[in-house]
């Protein structure tokens, strides 16, 4: 489930921002460490990732580096100080996606997360599209695969026999195979597959 991660050592602050959040209907969850998240994350942990950049023990940009470190693309969204700027303008060329100034704005807040939200699972529907992609790939045979990359280069069936040395109703057969694994209809569409999934 998509959720937002508010990691704060301060749970009045933790409190009153897991508020805000649910009352406009924004799933949360409140961590009181960086530890306690870390221990937590899994690949499979979805959603955005709100971070107080100063916290008692492994700090927020220390959180932010180990989990890059293990293959985290959480949306991250540093909460800073004034005096912290710096820091969250380096995290930012690291792949952080955002920082927000306090005091801040609560509506611009929300804002910002619902879009980093949107783009978490935007970015998992589309790896979760291409694994669909690769796992229909890897059910063709040799002889398909070779069939699929001379339909999507645009050769006519006569073509493609003549370059494998097979019959043209091999080429069909092998071109129906290829259209009915990848569940299309048309060499139009599996192109239009592929490409997608890059």
């Known amino acids: 489930m998509t959720t937002l991660h508010i990691v704060d050592d301060d749970e009045a602050i933790r409190d009153a ?5 649910q009352s406009r209907s924004v799933p949360v969850a409140g961590w009181a460490s960086a530890r306690e998240f870390l221990d937590a994350w899994t690949a499979e942990t979805a959603g955005c990732l709100l971070l107080d950049i100063r916290m008692e023990g492994m700090s927020g940009l220390e959180l932010f580096d180990r989990l890059r470190a293990q293959g985290c693309r959480l949306p991250v969204i540093f909460l800073t100080g004034h005096g912290d700027v710096p820091s969250a303008v380096s995290a930012l060329k690291k792949g952080a996606r955002d920082f927000v100034e ?7 807040l929300v804002d910002r ?16 599209g291409q694994a669909g992609v690769a796992a229909r790939i890897a059910s063709l045979t040799q002889r398909e695969r070779q069939v699929m990359e001379l339909v999507v ?7 493609i026999a003549d370059e494998l040395g097979i019959s043209m109703r091999t ?5 129906s195979h290829v259209f009915e694994k990848m569940r299309v209809k048309t060499a139009v569409e599996l192109t239009r597959l592929l490409t997608s999934a890059g």
């Open 153 to 159: 280069a645009g050769r006519l069936n006569k073509v």
């Open 113 to 128: 997360v619902i879009e980093a939200l949107a783009f978490d699972a935007e970015q998992r529907a589309r790896e979760a």
């Open 102 to 108: 306090k005091p801040f704005n609560d509506n611009d």
């Open 171 to 175: 080429v069909e057969v092998h071109r």
């Open 17 to 21: 921002l897991g508020w805000l959040f």
